[in-house]
Every structure is written in structure tokens, then in C-alpha cells.
């Protein structure tokens, strides 16, 4: 089945700063990737998401690229502020296989003021 | 619109006992998925449902299992409770297969 592997566990970065987390799939056939932030004891909520006919897509201070060919795909947070800091979670699911989402382990992101 | 709304948000259970998670989606969405969040195992999939059928369905035991209602509201029962199933059982709702899905908050089951 589908595997996703997420780097780094943990980072740190000063306020203004870029952060940059990876994520690497198994399936080739895997061929959306959304991503999501999870604050303290809150629910994970989606913050951006691509799908394997587009590269790279931005949303303001944030941009995902997707390379199929290596099979990894990346989250970039531009000029990080406090509120950033929260646990990324990357994942992966297949066409035809309905909802079903696989999961990166996560990083905390911390961002220092 | 109303978001993922999950049913209680805590429950304290016995080991042997069994429970029951409620979950309504947004308005609209057909398809609710389940998932156990725990922090050795992270986020993992134990089911969906579309249109009151499991579409799919993760590697957990039997013990897990689900069902749909015709207003797509879900609940997902866990018979003969375990310590290791103590987790954060989250629902997400998706309007239709591959779309955006949108969590609950999530219910906090604690196995004693």
C-alpha cells in the first residue's frame, strides 16, 4: 500500500524567516496531495493541496510543489510569523480509492519571535 | 455552513466495554471518513463511507467498525475495548470521492 515519509520531525525557524517541509510517497498512482496544520488540541484543518496535473500551486505566503517523477512533493511557508507554529501533516491518496487519505508522521514547525 | 461536527468530545471508558462515535458532516457531503490519531502511530485510516456503503476500509481489526445513515451522518463503534485504542478519533467529510475533506474536532476516547 501507499507509504508517505515526512522531513524533518521538527523545525525551527526566526519570525520572517522560510520553512520548507518534504514529503516523499511510494504509489505512482497517488495523485492528490493536500496538507494540513494542527494547532494544540485542535482539529487539522487544510490549508493547501495539489493534484498531480499541476506543479505547484501558491496561496499567499504558502506554495506546494509536486514532483512526480521522484515522487516527492514539498509545503513552503514564506516569511513565517508565531501563528505559523503548529504540526504539518502531508498526505497522499489514489484515484479510485475513494477518501481515503495516507498520512506523513508530521513536523512541528516552531517559529521563534 | 455548518462545519464537522463529532459526538461527544470526551469519553472515559472501561477496558472489555464498547463504544459508539458520532459524526454529521457538512451539508451536502456524502462521504465520511474516520481516522485514530494517536502520538506513536500518528494520523492512520480506519474507514470510509459514501452513500451509506464502506468504500474503503484501513488495517485495523474487526473489533472497528462503522456505518452510514441516509442523512450521511456516521458513527463508528469499537467493540471490546483495549488500553491501545485510548486515541483522538477524527472524522473528515468530503462532498464527493478525492475532494477536500474537512475534520471535526475530534472525540478524545480514554481507555481505563
Known amino acids: ?113 | 455552513k455548518a462545519g464537522v461536527t463529532q459526538t461527544p468530545r470526551y469519553l472515559i471508558k472501561t477496558r472489555g466495554q464498547q463504544v459508539t462515535l458520532s459524526c454529521s458532516p457538512i451539508s451536502g457531503h456524502r462521504s465520511v471518513s474516520w481516522y485514530q490519531q494517536t502520538p506513536g502511530q500518528g494520523l492512520q485510516f480506519l474507514f470510509e463511507y459514501f452513500s451509506e456503503t464502506q468504500r474503503n476500509k484501513g488495517n485495523f481489526p474487526g473489533r472497528f467498525s462503522g456505518r452510514q445513515f441516509s442523512n450521511s451522518r456516521s458513527e463508528m463503534n469499537v467493540s471490546t475495548l483495549e488500553l491501545g485504542d485510548s486515541a483522538l478519533y477524527l472524522c473528515a467529510s468530503s462532498q464527493t470521492g478525492q475532494a477536500e475533506a474537512f475534520f471535526g474536532q475530534g472525540t478524545r476516547l480514554t481507555v481505563v
Not at chain 1, 7 to 23: F, M, N, R, Y
Not at chain 1, 26 to 41: T, V
Not at chain 1, 65 to 70: G, P, R, S, V, Y
Request: proline share 4%.
Open chain 1, 1 to 113: 500500500g501507499e507509504n508517505v515519509e515526512q522531513h524533518p520531525s521538527t523545525l525551527s525557524v526566526q519570525e520572517g524567516d522560510s520553512a520548507v517541509i518534504k514529503c516523499t510517497y511510494s504509489d505512482s498512482a497517488s495523485n492528490y496531495f493536500p496538507w494540513y496544520k494542527q494547532e494544540l488540541g485542535k482539529r487539522p484543518q487544510l490549508i493547501i493541496d495539489i493534484r498531480s496535473n499541476v506543479g505547484e500551486k501558491k496561496d499567499q505566503r504558502i506554495a506546494v510543489t509536486l514532483n512526480k517523477t521522484a515522487k516527492h512533493f514539498s509545503l513552503h511557508i514564506t516569511e513565517t510569523q508565531p501563528e505559523d507554529s503548529a504540526v504539518y501533516f502531508c498526505a497522499a491518496s489514489i484515484s479510485g480509492y475513494g477518501n481515503k487519505l495516507v498520512f506523513g508522521a508530521g513536523t512541528i514547525l516552531r517559529v521563534k519571535s
